[in-house]
């Protein structure tokens, strides 16, 4: 299946901005220590103090300035003495005096009447817990309480009853490896009391009003999906990839490195192209393979770009990107012989048309390329206009759905801003093609609708894990909502989301495309074509179904048992048309036979196929994206239609 490439605009990244950084290399502290005061550092557990002309005070001076190093076993021992209530300083200066031996300094600070000072303490704590359980406490149970908590014997090897004895450390101070430690606790915390004010509950974003938001949002730009066709060689990518250029989403460092290395091939005229077809296979050959999507801006409109390809080779993918267009734009070659090529028989401008118009697309903006070939003489953009303009209605596009437009994708004249070309200019007074952009009404979304979800590729992110892509058909997600796969009916959790351009989002609604980085499931699970949704509202999955279909110009007639590829959304499947049921009229749907033997061009009939393996579909009525079906036969489109009914 294709896979829709996206786009990445790096806007003012050099590739060589990383070398100047400094990786792998030894940096100085800022606030070295003098030699002296290593030296002293490392042998002070093992040398006298009076070698290094130190007394006592002047050594307890350093060790007041210095942080405590401790291991485990020392760090366990001060917060032992520490939790039964005595005061930090306390602990730490007894601890220092006898090495660290947590019993024979608890002993020490017992026989210097510290005692006193815990009872206190204790008591203050008691009374504090006491209260808060609302229960009196009695001067002598508390008195027994602390005698019974304080027991000590008169040896110097007894330690305090419920109390761990901490295991002593036979590693010398001054062997003693550094360890990661844990912050000391602070004494104000000790005898502290919880807070009673409730934390602020922080909103999660499932919890989100989407439709809310949706309904008071006025200066947003709407956004359109424009699916770029037309045959091969018309000049699509070029097109599209100089309008990119000329938008600023292309710095000139990457532009000028696509000249050079197309010039390098003897393409010199692909440079443009370059932009959109990025893999090794599409430059090599000069023809795109994938759907390659982008998105950018417009003074009035947020364009989410899919270039399709235009080779017979590759007409599925082209479905695959047209099936999720809004708008599309058929670009076609204006100069003699180029135009021919395209819209005679095997050219692949007229199955774009008809598979465009079978996918959907209401409006159809024709550029007229590479009109400075011809001088851009209006005689030659009368006869392509005309010429194809006939064909267009036949297919049932309608006069105000069809716009054309003279433009030149290699010199970008007539792109951006309207040309100021004099040739051009003395007979064409219509905008640019951004203009033609802008002037456009967005579709009607559904909102409302169960959310639905077209998997157009599945990936996993070096980062983020696994990734989905697609577009939203309908309602809406948000991060954090459990989901379902269908047809497997797989379950996963949306982690987070991303949109085409790598912005962090909380929620996607229909019409736009998005990345979901999915929780609770594993990749061999989703393929393209699955349809996401929610548990309590399912996507409808089948085997068989009728369809209303348009039979197109064929040269074998359709019969019970005919084979199909039948192609909806991203992917196709294998499938027969297992029945003929009646055939139609095109102008008021009647019926005009019943149990056809076979079914010839340009018919319109009502026919049942049965898949080989279950596939996701709603009603037309439903959903017009989900009910629209392709059949192709031989590597070509022989009808498609509409699902009027799953069985």
């Given at each position: 299946m294709s896979r829709h490439r996206i786009v990445r605009n790096y806007i003012g990244v050099d590739s060589e901005y990383y070398e100047d950084e400094v990786f792998g290399r030894s940096v100085e502290e800022d606030t070295p220590l003098s030699p002296s005061l290593s030296q002293f550092i490392y042998n002070r557990g093992s040398v006298p103090d009076e070698q290094h002309g130190l007394t006592r005070s002047s050594v307890d001076c350093v060790q007041e300035e210095e942080e405590m190093e401790?291991?485990?076993?020392?760090?366990?021992?001060?917060?032992?003495?520490?939790?039964?209530?005595?005061e930090m300083d306390l602990c730490k200066d007894a601890l220092l005096q006898y090495d660290n031996d947590v019993t024979r300094a608890l002993n020490h600070v017992l026989e210097n009447g510290a005692q006193q000072q815990v009872q206190e303490s204790?008591?203050?704590?008691?009374?504090?817990?006491?209260?808060?359980?609302?229960?009196?406490?009695q001067e002598d149970q508390l008195a027994t309480a602390l005698q019974s908590r304080l027991q000590v014997g008169g040896s110097g090897d007894s330690t305090p009853t419920n109390c761990v004895t901490p295991v002593k450390s036979n590693t010398p101070r001054s062997g003693s490896p550094p360890s990661t430690r844990r912050p000391l606790r602070d004494p104000s915390s000790v005898n502290s009391t919880p807070s009673a004010t409730p934390k602020a509950k922080k909103s999660r974003p499932k919890d989100i009003d989407v439709l809310g938001i949706l309904n008071s949002k006025t200066d947003d730009k709407p956004l359109i999906n424009v699916a770029v066709v037309g045959h091969v060689d018309a000049g699509k990518s070029t097109l599209m990839g100089h309008l990119l250029c000329l938008l600023g989403h292309v710095s000139k460092k990457e532009l000028h490195k696509n000249k050079t290395e197309s010039q390098k091939l003897g393409k010199g005229s692909f440079a443009y192209a370059w932009v959109l077809d990025e893999t090794g296979e599409e430059r090599e050959r000069g023809v795109t393979i994938d759907v390659a999507q982008t998105k950018f801006q417009t003074p009035k409109k947020t364009v989410n770009l899919l270039d399709a390809p235009g080779h017979k080779d590759f007409v599925p993918n082209m479905i695959s990107g047209a099936s999720q267009a809004d708008v599309a734009i058929l670009v076609v070659d204006s100069t003699p012989g180029g135009f021919e090529a395209g819209f005679e028989q095997g050219g692949q401008t007229r199955e774009h048309v008809v598979l465009v118009r079978a996918l959907g697309v209401q409006t159809l903006i024709v550029a007229v390329n590479k009109m400075e070939n011809v001088g851009w003489c209006q005689k030659r953009y009368d006869h392509v206009s005309t010429e194809l303009?006939?064909?267009l209605k036949s297919v049932g596009f309608k006069n105000n759905e069809i716009i054309f437009i003279p433009v030149s994708g290699l010199e970008g004249e007539n792109l951006l801003e309207k040309s100021q070309n004099s040739a051009l200019t003395g007979w064409y007074s219509g905008g640019s093609l951004v203009d033609v952009i802008d002037s456009l009404d967005p579709p009607k979304r559904c909102y409302d609708r169960p959310f639905r979800l077209v998997v157009t590729d599945v990936f996993k992110h070096p980062q983020m894990g696994l990734s989905v892509a697609g577009k939203v058909d309908s309602g809406f997600v948000i991060v954090g909502t459990p989901v379902v796969v269908m047809p497997g009916g797989t379950t996963a959790m949306v982690k987070s989301m991303t949109t085409v351009d790598d912005k962090s989002v909380d929620y996607s609604v229909a019409g736009e495309q998005c990345i979901l980085v999915m929780g609770g499931t594993d990749q061999t699970k989703i393929h393209n074509g699955n349809v996401i949704c929610e548990s309590h509202s399912r996507v409808r999955t089948t085997l068989k179904f009728k369809a209303r279909v348009l039979v197109f110009n064929i040269d074998i007639p359709i019969t019970k048992g005919f084979p199909i590829?039948?192609?909806?959304?991203?992917?196709?499947?294998?499938?027969?048309?297992?029945?003929?049921?009646?055939?139609?009229?095109?102008?008021?749907?009647?019926?005009?036979?019943?149990?056809p033997r076979c079914l010839t061009k340009n018919q319109v009939a009502l026919v049942e196929i049965k898949c080989e393996r279950a596939i996701c579909l709603e009603l037309f009525k439903d959903s017009k994206s989900l009910g629209r079906i392709t059949c192709r036969y031989g590597g070509n489109t022989i009808a498609a239609g509409m699902v009027i009914e799953i069985t």
């Open positions: 401790m291991n485990q076993a020392d760090e366990e021992a001060l917060n032992t003495m520490y939790d039964m209530g005595f204790r008591q203050t704590h008691v009374r504090s817990s006491a209260a808060q359980r609302g229960r009196p406490v303009g006939v064909f590829d039948l192609h909806y959304q991203t992917v196709n499947e294998p499938a027969v048309i297992s029945r003929l049921i009646s055939t139609h009229s095109k102008s008021n749907g009647q019926v005009l036979k019943s149990k």
